[in-house]
């Protein structure tokens, strides 16, 4: 598979604030590729610099082997749904659609049967008359898809397509967005800041923070893997501990908790000293004796298929715990003290 | 702009009505002595005969019709023939009035733009600098611009000096100069419009028509002009009306010449040269003819809307 977009080393500058510190992305095509990231990241900017409408200030982006850096954005074959939509206002939803078909000189005829076909697919056949503004956000956010997809772009960028719908329609928009994608087999570029989001439809996730691409990898290795502390803490939920590293020995560590347990879990490098070690809530299980770790219980909440448990461990550190709720199981008490069993290689020693 | 209208909610309830009526009453009454009642006035005059002394005699009359319209002759026994004299006065002005408008239109715009376009702090400061000029009385600005201009004045000493031109250009007394006194007069009524409509737009929107392909000129055309339309529309209306009625500038800068309607207009109302009936009718005149390039524009502009 051939990258359809390269970005090497990408620095941006708004005056002396930086907004991306030499950023390095290879995106394949006919990827599902998601830019995910909390607020203020730079997702948008780097967005918007592969679409044209701002300036790199170093490094360079390439699309399917070709620099792009000085093409006007009316001259890149990808094409945008913008975050708030940016539909025409004095243009019916079947002229917005076609818009870039008609800018791309595809006779009237065509272009209008196109169009049709695109609301169509969308679910808007019966609005293709209406202004946008008498459309609801949901059909809005769905017309600005189908202009965007119109005039079959090679890389379309979405940018937080969904952010502005409730909850049952976005459910619902996920599973058409990714659908769609391997229904046409167009590149996406899909920026979030829903990890929910990113993990249900990506082929593969960008996670970035504050101008750096913190880990590339698939969903799964993301949350199963993450190499930083950022990546672990932001991707699910996870228990962050101050551990010791005591000593190492073939791939596996000695780690000192700070209540002064310890237990054993592999490790890449032999540095000792202070570490972040995660364990996923999931991971754990509770057993009535024996166990890795020794714990008491603080509080449980009540979520349905799930219980959801605050314990502390025997010298201080919080734990959370998350386990199935069955019918058959006793639900554990607040002061119960219990034994927590880790899963065989969820306890993970983190980089920094 | 139909969808607005089904909006409104029914509220046909009647005790809303009774208490909102007499809450409108100053409104009824502003409209009423200030719009109303003269431009009523202004009909009956034109109906009445007129008296030597300025003024009118209550005797109803189409002489000031028939003057507009007819030549009888010097002693007024010929058989009647269309006059030219005055419809020759309309036609110069509505050309002027056109001229300045496109003129306006043309420089106003961009400024509408440049303004709307510039970090929000510093738009105020910009603004502020195209008023300037207004807070001096039209005439004396309309005379000063007599002065910028007249053959020895600075434009002129200034051309001569850096030798451009060897002879002062004669601007007073001509076509241009009334156009150049119009434009400066009415410029602010072009740009404040527009500025607003530009202000309110969405450059999302042209970033979108960029990212579907449209060039800077195109998007400018579909997407930019549509959406500004408005803005547009108000300034040329709020230049054209006036231009077309103006007297200072024909008056100061276009001299005899360069006769224009309001200029005929003003003369009628003035001492005893004066013919009141007349002045009315031509008023009456200018008014119905502005009214109904209004209806038409008005709807052109609905059919476009529903298209
Ligand atoms: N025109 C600009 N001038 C100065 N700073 C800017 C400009 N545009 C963006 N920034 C800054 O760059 C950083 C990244 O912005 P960006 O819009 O890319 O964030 P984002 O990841 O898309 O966030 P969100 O999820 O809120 O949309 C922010 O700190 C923002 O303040
Ligand atoms: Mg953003």
């Known amino acids: 598979m051939s990258d359809a977009i390269e970005i090497r080393r990408v620095v941006k ?33 780097l967005l918007r610099m592969i679409a044209g409408f701002e300036d790199v200030t170093q490094g360079e982006i390439l699309l ?62 019966a609005f293709a008359d209406r202004l946008p503004s008498q459309l609801s956000g949901g059909q809005q956010q769905r017309v600005a898809l189908a202009r965007a997809l119109a005039p079959e772009p090679r890389v379309l960028l979405l940018d937080e397509p969904l952010s502005a719908l409730d909850l049952k329609l976005r459910q ?108 996923r809530p999931e991971r754990l299980s509770l057993v009535e004796a024996g166990g890795d770790l020794k714990a008491t219980v603080e509080r449980v909440v009540y979520l349905g298929t799930d219980l959801q448990l605050l314990t502390r461990l025997e010298g201080g550190a919080e734990m959370q715990v998350r386990v199935q709720n069955s019918a058959r199981a006793r639900v554990p008490q607040p002061g119960d003290r219990l034994g927590l069993r880790i899963e065989e290689g969820a306890a993970r020693l983190l980089a920094d | 702009m139909a969808g607005i209208a089904d909006q409104t909610p029914a509220t046909g309830d009647d005790s809303y009505r009774r208490i909102v009526a ?3 009453l100053p409104t009824w009454a502003v409209i009423g002595i200030f719009l109303v009642l003269p431009v009523g006035l202004m009909a009956v005059y034109s109906f009445l005969t007129k008296e030597f002394r300025g003024g009118v005699d209550w005797q109803f009359s189409l002489a000031a019709y028939d003057q507009f319209f007819l030549n009888r002759g010097l002693f007024g026994d010929e058989p009647p023939v269309l006059e030219w004299t005055y419809i020759t006065i309309f ?35 910009w603004l502020f600098l195209i008023t300037i000029p207004y807070w001096v009385n039209l005439l004396i600005r309309t005379v000063s611009l007599k002065f910028l201009i007249r053959d020895n004045g ?20 001509t076509n241009l100069a009334v156009q150049l006194g119009l434009f400066y007069s009415y410029l602010p009524f072009m740009v404040l419009p527009i500025y607003a ?10 970033e979108a028509a960029a990212d579907l392909y449209a060039s800077r000129w195109v998007t400018l055309r579909e997407i930019v002009l549509p959406i500004v339309k408005p803005g547009i529309v108000a300034g040329c209306l709020l230049v054209f009306i006036p231009s077309l009625g103006a007297f200072l500038a024909p008056d100061l800068l276009g001299g005899a010449k360069n006769f ?48």
Not at chain 1, 14 to 19: K, S
Not at chain 1, 71 to 99: G, I
């Open chain 1, 13 to 45: 500058r708004y005056g002396t604030f930086t907004a991306l510190h030499g950023v390095s992305l290879a995106i394949r095509d006919n990827e599902f590729f998601t830019l995910l990231g909390p607020s203020g990241c730079g997702k948008t900017t």
């Open chain 1, 64 to 125: 399917f082997g070709q620099n792009i850096a000085g093409l006007e954005p009316d001259r890149r074959p990808v094409n945008t749904v913008f975050q708030n939509y940016a539909l025409f206002p004095h243009m019916s939803v079947l002229d917005n659609v076609a818009f870039g078909l008609k800018m791309k000189g595809v006779a009237a005829d065509a272009r209008r049967a196109r169009a049709g076909r695109m609301l169509e697919m969308v679910h808007l056949s």
């Open chain 1, 172 to 279: 619902a928009m996920r599973v058409e967005l990714k659908q769609l994608q391997e229904d046409t087999g167009i590149t996406f570029i899909f920026v979030t800041h829903d990890q929910e989001e990113a993990l249900t439809m990506s082929d593969r996730i960008a996670v970035m923070s504050a101008g750096h691409v913190q880990q590339i990898g698939t969903a799964r290795e993301i949350y199963e893997a993450p190499v930083n502390r950022f990546v672990a803490d932001f991707i699910g939920e996870t228990n962050l501990l101050e551990v010791e590293v005591a000593s190492v020995a073939g791939g596996q560590a000695r780690v000192v908790l700070p209540g002064g347990q310890a237990l054993t879990c592999p490790s890449a490098s032999d540095t000792l000293g202070r570490h972040a070690l995660s364990i």
């Open chain 2, 22 to 24: 007499p809450l409108l």
């Open chain 2, 91 to 125: 036609w110069r002005s509505i050309w002027q009035a056109v001229v300045a408008t496109l003129l306006c239109l043309a420089i106003g715009f961009p400024t509408a733009w440049f303004i709307a376009t510039r970090p929000a702090h510093s738009r105020g400061v």
């Open chain 2, 154 to 173: 600075p434009l002129n000493e200034a051309l001569l000096g850096i030798g451009l031109i060897d002879g002062p250009l004669p601007l007073v007394n």
């Open chain 2, 197 to 206: 409509a530009v202000e309110r737009y969405n450059f999302a929107l042209s």
């Open chain 2, 260 to 307: 224009m309607i309001g200029s005929l207009i003003d003369e009628q109302f003035k001492g005893s040269l004066g013919n009141w009936p007349f002045g009315a009718a031509v008023s009456m005149i200018l008014m119905t003819l502005v009214m109904i390039a209004l209806l038409l524009y008005a709807r052109s502009a609905a059919k476009g809307g529903a298209a």
